[in-house]
């Protein structure tokens, strides 16, 4: 599975990735930037929103922390009269 195993090293570079931005944020607002922060705060928001996606599409299909997966089953209509 080699996909699964680039994992780590993805969430790890998004990492790096956002800690760098936020150090750019900061330059650009003591430089009074304002235009550049707004666009790095952008950039920022979603390398945020790709770590959680990548955090959620791990814990797919992991155990949960009792040890068992939850069946939550399947959703049903009810009949409307």
Known sequence: ???AQNRPK???RI???IANLSDRIREAELKGWLGEVGG???SRE???KKL???DRSNAIGQP???GRVTD???PTRSAQS
């Open 46 to 48: 979603a390398a945020a």
């Open 10 to 12: 993805q969430r790890l």
């Open 52 to 54: 959680t996606s990548l």
């Open 72 to 74: 939550l089953g399947l």
């Open 15 to 17: 990492v790096e990735i």
């Open 64 to 66: 949960s922390a009792s």
């Open 1 to 3: 599975m080699p996909h």
């Open 40 to 42: 790095l705060k952008t």
